[in-house]
Structures are given as C-alpha cells and as structure tokens.
T-cell receptor, first 114, second 114 residues
Framework: DARVTQTPRHKVTEMGQEVTMRCQPI?????VFWYRQTMMQGLELLAY????????DSGMPKDRFSAEMPDATLATLKIQPSEPRDSAVYFC????????????FGPGTRLTVL | SQQGEEDPQALSIQEGENATMNCSYK?????LQWYRQNSGRGLVHLIL?????REKHSGRLRVTLDTSKKSSSLLITASRAADTASYFC??????????????FGKGTLLTVNP
C-alpha cells in the first residue's frame, strides 16, 4: 500500500531551535509538495519540486525556511531559527506527471514552537 | 488571497440527507479538485474535474463545474456519519512559465449526525 510518510509526526521545540521535517514520497512520483496548514491561513503551498528540481518556493519565508530533495526518496523542510508563528501542521504531498493531477498527502508533522 | 473559496464554512446535517458544498474561484483553471480531510489526518483526493467537463460522478459524490460562473459544487448523497470531515476544493494556477500549483480553499466542515 504505497503512501507518503513523514517524520516526525509531532515536534515541540523552543524558539530559535532548528527544525527538520522529512518526507518520503511515493516511489515513482516525480512531484513533491510542502504545505503548511493553520486555522487562520488554511492550507498554504510552501514549495514544490519536480524531478527533484525546485520549481516554486514563493510561498516560503526564504530567510528561515529551506527545502531540498537530496534524492528521489527524501524531501526535507528546515526551519532555522524557528519562531512561535511557525507553529502549524506541515504536510508533504507527492504526485505524478507534468500536470497537476491527484496529490497524495502524508499524515503531516505537527510543529509547536514555544 | 485564496483562489478557491468554499461555502458554507460549516454544514451540519442528519445521516441520510444530502450535503452540498460550493466552491468559487477567481482565475481560469485547467482542472478543479476536491479533497477531504479527517481531523488530524492528511488530505485525501476525492475527485478531479477538468475545465471542459461539466459534471462528474464517483460513487455517492457528484461534482459540477460552471466555468462561466467560476464555481463548482460537491454533492454527497445519502450521507453517513463517516462522511464527517472537512472538504476542500483546489484549483490549479499558473505559477510562472509552464509551472502550475494547486491553491486550496479554507474548506467546509461537514458534520453528519447519526
């Protein structure tokens, strides 16, 4: 049963600390997306990759956030330094193809920055 | 601002009744998708309708698309308590060149009472 996995599922950290979230997309999928979900803003696209190349990271605060795909089986999202306003659920999703078809979401990482 | 906006924000019905949720969007689209999210979980793709389609069915789901009004509706027939979830519409938008990204609305929270 192919699915997107994310680690950790929960993270509590203190302001100023580095946070790294990891995602394993579904094998064979060539697009990977990072979203952030909060009650106030809803679901926001932070960045996405196609064939491991970053295509759009305009939704990501560049000064503290970075997203990478070291290889086809791993995507990472880092926040350094973290701030309380970064508290949210971060979702990774993967998909297939050049056009935007169905996206498969992971279970999310719930981040709390104190 | 959000490309897609769902209406209503919340809907409460009795089991067996039909539930209708609406989505309005601003710019031209290639396709529109509906997703479901159970509390504490990732989003799950329900159905995709392309801009040249007017209606699509999948089981108890019926989606319509009116591109002249820039709106879509999701109908769930014979609802069940297990349909309780948040429902999101997502539209694709050009993010530069040939790159597109999905933009999600803030969702409709559907509660189906047993």
């Amino acid at each position: 049963d192919a699915r997107v996995t994310q680690t950790p599922r929960h993270k509590v950290t203190e302001m100023g600390q580095e946070v790294t979230m990891r995602c394993q997309p579904i094998l064979g999928h060539n697009t990977v997306f990072w979203y952030r979900q909060t009650m106030m803003q809803g679901l926001e696209l932070l960045a996405y990759f196609r064939n491991r190349a970053p295509l759009d990271d305009s939704g990501m605060p560049k000064d503290r956030f970075s997203a990478e795909m070291p290889d086809a089986t791993l995507a990472t999202l880092k926040i350094q330094p973290s701030e309380p306003r970064d508290s949210a659920v971060y979702f990774c999703a993967s998909g297939l193809g050049l056009t935007l078809n169905e996206q498969f979401f992971g279970p999310g990482t719930r981040l709390t920055v104190l | 601002s959000q490309q897609g906006e769902e209406d209503p924000q919340a809907l409460s019905i009795q089991e067996g009744e039909n539930a209708t949720m609406n989505c309005s969007y601003k710019t031209s689209i290639n396709n529109l998708q509906w997703y479901r999210q159970n509390s504490g979980r990732g989003l799950v793709h329900l159905i995709l309708i392309r801009s040249n389609e007017r209606e699509k069915h999948s089981g108890r789901l019926r989606v319509t698309l009116d591109t002249s009004k820039k709106s879509s509706s999701l109908l769930i027939t014979a609802s069940r308590a297990a349909d309780t979830a948040s429902y999101f519409c997502a539209t694709d938008a050009n993010s530069g060149g040939s790159n597109y990204k999905l933009t999600f609305g803030k969702g409709t929270l559907l509660t189906v009472n047993p």
